[in-house]
């Protein structure tokens, strides 16, 4: 399940955090603690609800061992705009 987040106004941020978690079979928890947030903050981010810092997208995206545009993405780069 993907999420998205206004920024802005304007553009939207999804992700596919959820997704590739899940595809890693870690938890929302063990994923925090790899990255060093709490659950609260996975969640947040999973549903769209929170942007994270790069430091922190950078984090994400190398315990799931991807780029970081694989996980997040701007709406008009899902467009093709």
Not at 38 to 59: D, H
Request: without cysteine; hydrophobic residues 45%; charged residues 20%.
């Amino acid at each position: 399940m993907s999420s998205w987040l206004y920024i802005a106004g304007f553009m939207m941020l999804h992700n596919v955090l959820r997704d590739l978690r899940r595809r890693a079979g870690l938890t929302q928890q063990r994923l925090a603690e790899q990255v060093g947030v709490t659950r609260q903050t996975v969640i947040a981010i999973e549903r769209g609800g929170y942007t994270p810092s790069v430091l922190l997208a950078l984090k994400l995206a190398g315990v799931l061992g991807v780029k970081v545009e694989e996980l997040f993405q701007l709406e008009n780069d899902l467009e093709g705009g």
